[in-house]
């Protein structure tokens, strides 16, 4: 079993940045696949972004260039910095690890 608890969400401008993070409760180095997820109000959970134990990362075309996803192995945490933000951007984020979701962290973007 593995908990998986999120941070770093809130209420920000149009244009600006947050940085969320994700730290589980036992070592991710043997997880393969670490990523988020996002949903809007009334749409449906859609993928944000993922990365591999080795490094490599992919990201929903819409974000490409905005959002960076990373690791830090040593702290258990997968990060999401999220830079020129947009009112689309508001969700709830989801951090996710093989079969384990964390419960969402709400990022909210005013215009």
């Known amino acids: 079993q593995v908990q998986l608890v999120e941070s770093g969400g809130g209420l920000v401008q149009a244009g600006g940045s947050l940085r969320l993070s994700c730290t589980a409760s036992?070592?991710?180095?043997?997880?393969?696949?670490m990523g988020w997820f996002r949903q809007a109000p009334g749409k449906q959970r859609e993928w944000v972004a993922t990365i591999a134990r080795g490094g490599s990362t992919n990201y929903a075309d819409s974000l490409k260039g905005r959002f960076t996803i990373s690791t830090d192995n040593a702290k258990n945490t997968v990060y999401l910095q999220m830079n020129s933000l947009k009112p689309d951007d508001t969700a709830v984020y989801y951090c996710n690890m093989g079969i384990y979701w964390g419960k969402g962290t709400l990022v909210t973007v005013s215009s």
């Open positions: 036992r070592s991710i180095f043997s997880i393969n696949t």
